[in-house]
Structures are given as structure tokens and as C-alpha cells.
């Protein structure tokens, strides 16, 4: 049985690595694989779906949206800031790494990316990749940091262990944090010096519809300007209004001005219409344009804007693509979008109301807020979510519990809607974690685990305990740079929960070098939400991740591996 199931998680892994198929589907697919050979029970595979701290977790992302309608995060980060770039970075990590131990890290580096892309003192790119990194830090802290903590309590839920305690992980995480800043600055002589693009000058070209045009009169589609072959008409200036995205039926008008988008060297395909005169002065459009980040759960990862039916799914027309440092050209309705694509999008009315947003897209700023709370409410907010981590952390209550009072509170005083937990539940995330602890159990049940551990405890018994440990923690490391963190988490459990009883040792350093080695998101841009939601807004390549990286994961490994039997003995 051992076998199949070892073949199985091969061919997870292989698929989990090509991206094609979404994490979600694969997990639960290869549960239901197991439950159709009887490799598990009903009751068992149902189980982890109702884990508690799964529910822990979904309950804090909820209310983590509540906690985005706030401006606390931007109004201290704009203070952040001087005219000395060290130590701008040091308070811009140490700040990002404090909220990020009680916050959502994705909410965090997305309420920071807008403050660093507006700051008049240093170049976005020389700040955003150490803002990213110190979101992984600050993750490190605590229980509620990161998913993959909270994942791991949920395996030692599953199989009858102690759960960890909310600050169990200060005595590794906040070092980490407080080093990991210095190092910081160390890693900042890699960082490009690109300053912030000027979306209107890189991305559109204006026309006027003079009086005499043969195109007054006629629909878009009529004149042709539908299916250009590199540019593409995204909005209409009209009397003062914008007109977006603009359909094939819409009639031009005699002074209607045209923003055409995509590859802006094409500019001789609008001298063939007659009576439109391109112009260079610049109308105030702004308002509607967004950047958006392509998510790792998005439906159109490997799919062209045409094939994804883009416009008419999101009410939204893709002005400009960007990949990192990598210059893209060509149609735009033809490039095959990838995830950490950075799309500049002309936004709808009613875009914010469209089915999963959410799902597709991290947003750099705060478009996805559609109401604001006062002063006062926010104060409510933070009292109110601070104060449950505080009667938990005393043992009055437990953090589930604390958490689902605080989230009907916030329905009762109208913080969050229900419509609005339904569009932003974390769908993917319950099916992926709830699918992985019943994978969990059919490794440990079917003796693969063991002999995993086995298999260790041959190579690196010669180095005792203390060698086990680091393999576990340079598997679990090498493996979320290859897939995500979750997963990685996942498999790595199993196999560290065996090796610790192989060893008849402690049980906690070995969990430990799975939640650190998951967390060790530093070489790629694609195994962590917030390197993914940095890559393309600070213009970076593989080279930079791979400089700053490199030297960021030996020193959280020499801390990690150093400290953990430091705290937590075999």
C-alpha cells in the first residue's frame, strides 16, 4: 500500500511543480483517490475540513477583511519614511514584520505596497522586495502569522498532540525578525534603482475625433477600431466623463477622445481613420486605472485575455501587462498571462462586485475597500480583535471562540456583510488544508512516513538526532521553493511526525524545522503570496531573488537551525 501511495504523492508533487492545475482540485482529488481504495475512512476524510484550527484560520482571514476597511496600516506607515534609506528600511521591516505577526501578511504587504510606491524619497524597487521578506519574518512570530503555522497545529490537532500556544514561536520568530532586518540592508546593494512608471505616458496613446471624421456617428465596432491588431481602445474621454470599457456599440462623437492601450509603437495603425488627430495632452483618468497582481488560485493562469473572456467576466479591459523586469510586446489579447503577472486594468463601475476578485487578483491598493470606517470604528476594530488574543492568551477563552463573537459583532455593527464573507471566503485555501490532513494521515497510516524516516535516519543517523532535525528542515525548506508553502508543510509533516518517533525524541524541534523550512520563501518569487504580489511592481528579475535570497535564507537557516534545539530540546 505504501507503494501506491509513494507513487501518488509523486505524481502531486510533479503536477503541484508544472502549475497547470490548481493545488485545490489536486488535493482533493488525491483524497478522494485514497477514499476510493479504502486507503481512508469516510469519517476520517471528512474530519480535517472541521479541524479547529482550520476554522481558527478561516475565521481570522474574515476577519482580517474587516481590519483592510481600516486605515491604521497606512496612516503609521506614511511616517515610515525619510530622506535616509537605511533607516527607512529598518522601520519599514520592523513595522511590516510586528503587524504581520497578528495580520494577514498579504493584507499587510498590500496596504504597504501603495505607501512605498507613493514615498518622495527612494525608488519603490529598493524597498519592496525587503518589505516582502519582512512579511515572511514577522509570520514567523506567532501562531496567527502565517497559514502554514496554523496548518501544522492543525496535523498535531489531527493526530491527538498538544496544539501550540499563540506565542510558542516568539523565541525563533522574533529574533529572526529583528536580525532578518539588519540583514536587510545588507541584501539592499542588489536592489535596482527603477523609478515608478508613469502609467498614462508608458501605456496609452490619445486621439481626437475631429469634426469632419467619417467616424462620428458610427459604432466602434462600424469603425473597425474593435479588432485592431496592437493597440486596443479601452476608454472614451466624453464632456468631462470616461466611458469604460468601451463596447462595440458605443457611437462616437465629433472632440470624443480615444485611449487606445498595448504595444505603443504601433502608432501608424491610427493614421489609416481618417479625422482622428493623435494628441499629447494628458486627461486626468486615473481614477479608474488599478494594478492588479495575477493570484496563485486564479482561473487564468496559462490562458490569453481572449481566452479567459476577460472583459466581459470582469467588466474591466487589460490596459498594459507587466512580467517582472521581462518586456512584453505584442497583442495583448494573445499573451498567455502568468501567475505574478502584473495587469493594468480599466476598471467597470460594478468591477468590485463581479464573482471572485478575490480569487484572481492581489490588489496594490485600496480599490478593493468599497466602504471605509471612521476613526472611531477602526478603534473598535483593533480593540476588539487585540483583546480576544489577549483573554486567549490567559486562557479565559479559546481563540475559536473569541473569534466567531468577534465576527458577529462586526456583522451586528455593519464592519462586514454576509454577501461579503461569501465573495472572499477562502474556498481554495479550507479545500487544500482540509484535503492535505487527510493526505497526512494516509501517509502515516500506510507506514510511508516511517519509512521516509527510515530512510533518513540511515542517511543522516550518523549525525544523531541533531542531523534528522536539519534534514527535515532542508527538505521542508528545499521543497517551498519548488511548490507553496502549504504544500510543502503538508508533505513534510508526515515525515518529520515519524522521524521524531524513529529517534524517540521530542516531538516539537522536528515540527518546528517544518513550520521555519515552510516559511523560507526567499530564492523564487513564486512559492509566497507576497514575493509573487512584488515581483513585477518592483521590476525584479530571477537574478535578484536569487542574490538577496540566497544570503537571506543562509542566515534564517544558521537562526533557525541554531536556535530551535536551543529552545525546544530533543
Not at 540592508?185 to 469634426?211: G, H, M, T, W
Not at 490588489?363 to 473598535?380: A, D, M, V
Amino acid at each position: 500500500m505504501s507503494y501506491v501511495v509513494f507513487v501518488s504523492l509523486c505524481i502531486l508533487l510533479f503536477l503541484l511543480i508544472k502549475n497547470k492545475i490548481r493545488a485545490s482540485f489536486l488535493f482533493f482529488g488525491l483524497l478522494l483517490f485514497y477514499y476510493f481504495f479504502d486507503l481512508i475512512k469516510l469519517d476520517k476524510m471528512l474530519h480535517g475540513f472541521v479541524n479547529p484550527s482550520l476554522i481558527t484560520l478561516l475565521l481570522l482571514l474574515i476577519v482580517s477583511i474587516v481590519f483592510e476597511k481600516t486605515s491604521f496600516i497606512q496612516t503609521i506607515s506614511n511616517k515610515l519614511f525619510s530622506a535616509s534609506y537605511i533607516k527607512s528600511l529598518l522601520k519599514m521591516s520592523l513595522f511590516t514584520s510586528l503587524f504581520s505577526a497578528f495580520l494577514n501578511n498579504t493584507a499587510v504587504v498590500a496596504s504597504m505596497i501603495s505607501v512605498v510606491n507613493q514615498n518622495k524619497f527612494h525608488a519603490p524597487s529598493r524597498l519592496l522586495l525587503p518589505l516582502s521578506y519582512a512579511a515572511i519574518f514577522g509570520g514567523t512570530i506567532t501562531l496567527i502569522g502565517t497559514s502554514t503555522n496554523l496548518l501544522i497545529n492543525s496535523f498535531m490537532i489531527e493526530n491527538g498532540l498538544t496544539p501550540l500556544k499563540l506565542f510558542d514561536f516568539i523565541y525563533v520568530g522574533l529574533p529572526i525578525a529583528l536580525i532578518g532586518a539588519g540583514v536587510l540592508v545588507v541584501i539592499s546593494r542588489f536592489l535596482p534603482n527603477i523609478q515608478v512608471d508613469k502609467i498614462k505616458e508608458n501605456y496609452f496613446l490619445e486621439a481626437k475625433v475631429l469634426a469632419d471624421s467619417k467616424l462620428i456617428g458610427q459604432t466602434v465596432l462600424q469603425n473597425n477600431l474593435r479588432n485592431l491588431e496592437y493597440l486596443f481602445l479601452s476608454e472614451i474621454y466624453r464632456e468631462g466623463k470616461v466611458i469604460s470599457p468601451v463596447e462595440p456599440s458605443e457611437i462616437l462623437n465629433e472632440n470624443d477622445i480615444l485611449l487606445f492601450s498595448g504595444d505603443v509603437k504601433h502608432i501608424e495603425i491610427l493614421k489609416q481613420f481618417s479625422g482622428l488627430e493623435l494628441i499629447h495632452q494628458q486627461h486626468n483618468l486615473s481614477d479608474n486605472i488599478i494594478e492588479v497582481i495575477l493570484s496563485n488560485d486564479s482561473t487564468m493562469i496559462n490562458k490569453t485575455i481572449k481566452e479567459s473572456n476577460f472583459r466581459s467576466k470582469f467588466n474591466a479591459s487589460v490596459i498594459a501587462i507587466k512580467r517582472g523586469n521581462e518586456k512584453l510586446s505584442g497583442k495583448i489579447s494573445d499573451i498567455k498571462l502568468h501567475v505574478g503577472d502584473n495587469l493594468v486594468l480599466a476598471i467597470g463601475q460594478d468591477f468590485m462586485k463581479r464573482d471572485n476578485i478575490n480569487k484572481n487578483f492581489y490588489f496594490t491598493n485600496q480599490i478593493g475597500i468599497e466602504k471605509r470606517l471612521s476613526k472611531k470604528e477602526s478603534y473598535i476594530v483593533l480593540g476588539g480583535f487585540f483583546s480576544v488574543l489577549f483573554v486567549s492568551f490567559i486562557g479565559i477563552l479559546p481563540l475559536i471562540k473569541g473569534l466567531f463573537i468577534l465576527l458577529v459583532l462586526f456583522i451586528i455593527f455593519g464592519f462586514i456583510t454576509i454577501s461579503e464573507i461569501k465573495r472572499r471566503f477562502p474556498f481554495e485555501l479550507m479545500i487544500i488544508i482540509g484535503s492535505a490532513l487527510g493526505i497526512a494521515t494516509v501517509m502515516i497510516q500506510s507506514g510511508l512516513a516511517q519509512s521516509l524516516a527510515e530512510g533518513l535516519n540511515f542517511i543522516f543517523g550518523g549525525y544523531g538526532v541533531f542531523g534528522a532535525f536539519v534534514s527535515i528542515y532542508l527538505f521542508t525548506f528545499l521543497l517551498t521553493e519548488i511548490i507553496t508553502n502549504n504544500a510543502a508543510a503538508a508533505l513534510s509533516f508526515p515525515i518529520a511526525y515519524s522521524t521524531a518517533l524513529a529517534f524517540d525524541s521530542s516531538l516539537l524541534p522536528f515540527i518546528m524545522a517544518v513550520v521555519y523550512g515552510a516559511s523560507a520563501s526567499f530564492l523564487m518569487p513564486y512559492g509566497y503570496q507576497t514575493n509573487l504580489m512584488v515581483y513585477s511592481i518592483g521590476g525584479y528579475d530571477m537574478k535578484v531573488f536569487l542574490k538577496s535570497g540566497a544570503i537571506v535564507s543562509v542566515v534564517y537557516s544558521l537562526l533557525v537551525i541554531g536556535l530551535v534545539p536551543l529552545f525546544f530540546p530533543f
